[in-house]
């Protein structure tokens, strides 16, 4: 399996309760790596594009709104097949769906308000992670 990249993003629901670093933790144990990390607020414009494709769902504005909220920390990780060992880490999108032991079903507090974010596919991680980070703030 090869070594690959993926993007979190550490939601509002999480910084919120100072949980950065317990999931960055559980991100860790789990055997990813954090090559680039940093916490900003999204903008309305930057959160409505990263999510373009939920653009026509029900939740769209109620995701826009939350996810615009607070700080929220992006980081690139870094392991092997990372975008699905990330997502096993991150359990269901809701987490009365997640495993137990995973950072939706032990941290997150609702469907929307679920902690992290992870890129769905290899070339969705390429994607969101050039929407964020320049290739030299990237360090592996
Ligand atoms: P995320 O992995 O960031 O991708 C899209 C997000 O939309 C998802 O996590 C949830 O936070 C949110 N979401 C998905 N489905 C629903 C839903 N049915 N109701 C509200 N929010 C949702």
């Known amino acids: 399996m090869a070594i690959t990249r993926t993007l979190s993003i550490i939601k509002p629901d999480a910084t919120r309760r100072n949980l950065t670093g317990r999931v960055t933790s559980m991100l860790e144990e789990a055997g990813l790596r954090v090559v680039a990390s940093k916490r900003i607020r999204l903008t309305q414009e930057q959160a409505e594009a990263f999510y373009d494709v939920h653009r026509e769902r029900p939740f769209f504005r109620d995701l826009v709104a939350f996810m615009t909220s607070g700080p929220v920390v992006v980081q690139v990780l870094e392991g092997e097949d990372a975008v699905a060992l990330n997502r096993r880490v991150m359990g269901a999108t809701d987490p009365a769906k997640a495993e137990p032991g995973t950072i939706r079903r032990e941290l997150a507090e609702s469907i929307e308000a679920n902690s992290v974010h992870g890129s769905d ?15 030299e703030e990237i360090v592996g």
């Open 121 to 135: 596919s290899d070339e969705n991680a390429a994607r969101e992670i050039a929407f964020f980070f320049r290739p």
